[in-house]
Structures are given as structure tokens and as C-alpha cells.
């Protein structure tokens, strides 16, 4: 499994942002997939996370409420819809997924800047 995000970039805090992240390989044995962040000098830590079919969602207490996590399988695409935007939220986000395996993948993560 290859996973490849797209969508960070520099935005005011307040504003939006949506991270994608496409799949490709063996997608056919993904379960759960997710998004995770590293600020500079902390450990990478969990945004949220999607089960298959979208029927399950979890998200860190820091981004309820502002970001929403949702997946089209269709497409072998996962979304990270990001609204209010807080500087705190500056990270390199990375895209993950689970296979039935328990095999973990990880995509090379795409910064996410936000001003003050």
C-alpha cells in the first residue's frame, strides 16, 4: 500500500484547509485509515481516524468540532476537512492506514502552516 497526501499549505488562523490522501496497491486490504501530526520537537500524534465505510470516526480532543475526517472507497481517497484553524495546528500531517495484516503505512507527510 502507497499513500501520497496533498492539500497542506500556509493559511491565516480562522481559515480552512483539506488534506487528501490517495491510496493506491493493495487498498482492497485496508481497514482503518487516519491522519496524524508532528509539531517540530513533539511526537507524532494522533488527528483522527475513519474505519472502513466511514461507519466509525474518532478525533483528538484539540480539533473536535473544527476538523472532520471522511473517506470515499470508491476513489481509494481519504479527506481531512479543516475549519478555524489555529496556529497550534502547525505540523507536518501524515497520512496513515491499517491493512487486516495489522501492517501500518505511512505517506511522507505534507506541512501545514498557520499564522497568527
Known amino acids: 500500500v502507497q499513500l501520497v497526501e496533498s492539500g497542506g499549505g500556509l493559511v491565516q488562523a480562522g481559515g480552512s484547509l483539506r488534506l487528501s490522501c490517495v491510496a493506491s496497491?493493495?487498498?482492497?486490504?485496508?481497514?482503518?485509515m487516519g491522519w496524524y501530526r508532528q509539531a517540530p520537537g513533539k511526537q507524532r500524534a494522533l488527528v483522527a481516524l475513519?474505519?472502513?465505510?466511514?461507519?466509525?470516526?474518532n478525533y483528538a480532543d484539540s480539533v473536535k468540532g473544527r476538523f472532520t475526517i471522511s473517506r470515499d472507497n470508491a476513489k481509494n481517497t481519504m479527506y481531512l476537512q479543516m475549519n478555524n484553524l489555529k496556529p497550534e495546528d502547525t505540523a507536518v500531517y501524515y497520512c496513515?492506514?491499517?491493512?487486516?495484516?495489522?501492517?501500518?503505512?505511512w505517506g511522507q507527510g505534507t506541512q501545514v502552516t498557520v499564522s497568527s
Open positions: 496513515y492506514a491499517l491493512d487486516r495484516r495489522i501492517m501500518n503505512y
Open positions: 496497491g493493495s487498498t482492497f486490504s485496508i481497514n482503518t
Open positions: 475513519i474505519t472502513t465505510g466511514g461507519r466509525s470516526t
